[in-house]
């Protein structure tokens, strides 16, 4: 199949670009950054999905919503303004079969920045109507919601042992998950599952279920 990846050049779109490939379909990229990606199969579109004029890119079958930006402020413009024009563009057509949305889980918990946990929930309500929307063409949509991912976005984090310990305190788990693990998600969302449409999951580690009850 044809898949089209947006913010694909590193972190969790990199590790779902490779995922696609590693399993034979066609990936096609999209991202600000240049290609990090060497692969017969892959291509790239150097754009910014909110600001550059969209390219034309027929025959998508499965469309990765994942660019994104943290705390920038552009976190509307780019999480959510940017993921609709996408979407718009690519996914309207009868021969679509899936599209995924990479949100957070700040958009259930708003335990963020503000302008970024907005952008999230807002991409959450706007996949529920894509999905109604698509439903005629029996195309499943969805949203994946990670927690903490172990990309370079966060190594200032993971890299901290005082916020590290105060993280792993609020995570039963005691792990955050990694892009690669994410990506095993994406792929099941969007390929393996026919049935589950206008849904997100959260991968969080158990986070969001931390109650601190005290009796």
Not at 12 to 41: E, P
Request: include cysteine; charge should be negative; glycine fraction near 8%.
């Amino acid at each position: 199949m044809k898949v089209l990846i947006t913010g694909s050049s590193n972190g969790i779109g990199w590790a779902i670009a490779r995922k696609f490939l590693s399993c034979g379909h066609n990936v096609v990229g999209l991202d600000i950054a240049q290609s990090t990606i060497d692969d017969t199969k892959y291509s790239h579109i150097v754009a910014d999905v909110y600001s550059s004029e969209l390219p034309d890119v027929t025959d998508v079958d499965i469309l990765i919503n994942n660019a994104g930006v943290q705390n920038s402020g552009r976190d509307i413009d780019v999480n959510l303004k940017g993921s609709m024009r996408v979407t718009e563009k690519y996914a309207f057509h009868g021969n679509i079969k899936s599209v995924l949305f990479i949100s957070s889980a700040s958009a259930r918990t708003g335990a963020e920045f503000p302008e970024y946990a907005a952008s999230k929930g807002g991409l959450v309500a706007y996949m529920k109507n894509v999905a109604l929307r698509l439903a005629q063409f029996g195309a499943t949509v969805n949203s994946l919601s990670p927690g903490g991912v172990t990309t370079d976005l966060n190594a200032h984090v993971m890299n901290d042992p005082a916020l590290w310990a105060q993280v792993m305190d609020e995570t039963p788990l005691k792990k955050w998950a990694t892009a690669d693990e994410i990506a095993e998600f994406a792929y099941f969302m969007t390929v393996v599952n026919r049935s589950m449409t206008a849904q997100d999951i959260l991968v969080d580690n158990g986070e969001a279920a931390r109650a601190n009850f005290i009796w």
